[in-house]
Each structure stands twice: as structure tokens, then as C-alpha cells.
């Protein structure tokens, strides 16, 4: 039984080793620029009442106790705003 032995070059190592040195801080970037998207009161026209029966704590978007996965800043409970989308 015969091994068969595979050549790796140092073209190919380098080659390698480039592409995964310019992957990894561009896959942190990705992340670091998703986490910056969120909107401000103004623009997602947030008001501190609900309207309807559509209030921020029963919003997809709300995160217990005073935050919001799409508006910055506190949100409070009873607010609302248009990026309002039912919980799943």
C-alpha cells in the first residue's frame, strides 16, 4: 500500500494565509456595523403611548426592560413606533 504524498507550495500557504488575514477583520466589521444600524426616536416616529393595541411590549423588536433591537435610546414599555411588528 502505497501513501501519496500531496505538495503544498508556499505560493499556496501564503496565498492562504492572506486571504484568511483579510477575512477575519472584515467579518468584525460586519458585525460592529449590524450593531450601529439602529435608528433614532425621531426617524422610526417613536411615541411614548401605544397605539392601538400595538405597543412596544408586544413588539418583536422590544428587549426587556427598556430597550429596542431597531430604535436607540430607552423605550419604554407602552410606546410605540413605525417599526412595530407582531411577536412570532
Known amino acids: ?11 499556496w500557504v501564503i496565498k492562504t494565509l492572506s486571504c484568511l ?11 460592529t456595523l449590524h450593531a ?9 416616529a417613536y411615541q411614548g403611548k401605544p397605539k392601538g393595541d400595538q405597543s412596544c ?6 428587549v426587556p426592560p427598556r430597550a429596542c433591537a431597531v430604535v436607540a435610546g430607552d423605550i419604554s414599555p407602552d ?3 413605525k417599526y412595530w411588528a407582531a411577536k412570532k
Not at 21 to 31: D, M, R, T, Y
Not at 57 to 62: D, G, K, L, Q
Request: overall charge positive; proline content about 2%; aromatic content about 4%.
Open 21 to 31: 488575514a483579510c477575512a477575519i477583520p472584515i467579518s468584525g466589521l460586519a458585525s
Open 79 to 81: 410606546g410605540w413606533s
Open 57 to 62: 411590549s408586544n413588539c418583536a423588536h422590544f
Open 1 to 11: 500500500m502505497e501513501i501519496e504524498r500531496t505538495m503544498v507550495s508556499r505560493r
Open 36 to 44: 450601529q444600524a439602529k435608528v433614532s426616536k425621531e426617524q422610526a
